[in-house]
């Protein structure tokens, strides 16, 4: 595929200019949200935006009709200032870069293993490294902790775990090698690395690793292990917790008050709800 233009997809540092005002994202990995954050991002929507929280189909949220620096796509001073104090823009240069989706019931109900030790560590990795903040916005990690909820989900990079122990790679459109967990954030980091390295500069740079041309890692074959892809979780009690559907227009503040009434911690899911978990409720 060939690109003309460089990766737009927005996050604070870099909003989207829409017909109602800036389009600000902020990225959840693997959805993972305090609920002192929701109650601060909601006040910066309130103060300055649509006063409303949005979900994606990523698992993050998004803010609406925020204001421009004059003629420029780019948040006041202080706005900016206001969404660093919520926590949910730990590092200016990775802004776009920490996509990461994990299946949202890991470590509550289910699953194989539990993989929030996996993407706490790739995170971190992610953070740590100056180069990895090079990332396409559009560039995806996604982790499924072998219940198959996330399997049908496209990626760049990923794990499927096969037990407690182990997990195999998912590279591009194909599948590497079968690495222990603990190893496993560094392994993709790694890969995302070489992907930066084999991508090239400008516009047309390919934003993902289906679009190198080439294999980035070794190709093995499916692992017998792998579990069958898995609906998603429904809307009400789940194991682990309840799941709420997010309406289209957003959350407002009485719907993010009764959320955060009802667990200190919530995991934004990637079929647009928010998991309260059981054991905070």
Not at 94 to 120: E, F, I, K
Not at 191 to 212: D, I, K, M, Q, T
């Amino acid at each position: 595929m060939n690109r003309f233009r460089p990766d737009r997809c927005p996050g604070a540092l870099r909003p989207w200019p829409a017909a109602d005002g800036l389009l600000v994202r902020l990225r959840l990995p693997g959805g993972r949200l305090g609920s002192s954050a929701l109650r601060g991002l909601l006040g910066v929507a309130e103060r300055y935006g649509d006063g409303r929280v949005h979900v994606t189909g990523r698992a993050n949220l998004q803010v609406r009709g925020m204001p421009a620096e004059r003629a420029e796509p780019r948040l006041p001073a202080e706005v900016l200032a206001a969404l660093e104090a919520t926590g949910l823009l730990p590092s200016r240069s990775h802004d776009v870069s920490r996509n990461l989706m994990a299946s949202p019931q890991t470590g509550l109900a289910g699953g194989r293993a539990d993989l929030r030790t996996v993407l706490a560590a790739l995170d971190r990795a992610l953070l740590a490294d100056p180069v990895l903040a090079g990332l396409p916005g559009r560039f995806l990690f996604v982790l499924d902790d072998g219940r198959g909820d996330l399997l049908d989900h496209r990626c760049d990079l990923g794990l499927v775990a096969l037990d407690r122990e182990v997990g195999q790679l998912r590279v591009g459109e194909g599948w590497g090698d079968v690495v222990p967990l603990s190893s496993s954030a560094q392994r993709l980091a790694a890969l995302a690395r070489a992907f930066l390295g084999a991508r090239g500069a400008g516009p047309a740079a390919p934003w993902h690793v289906r679009e190198l041309g080439r294999d980035l890692a070794t190709r093995r074959t499916p692992d017998p292990r792998l579990p069958e892809p898995a609906p998603p979780p429904a809307y009400g009690e789940i194991p682990g917790g309840c799941h709420v559907p997010v309406p289209p227009e957003g959350l407002d503040r009485t719907a993010v008050e009764r959320l955060c009434a009802a667990a200190p911690e919530l995991v934004v899911t990637p079929w647009r709800g928010v998991l309260i978990p059981e054991e905070t409720r």
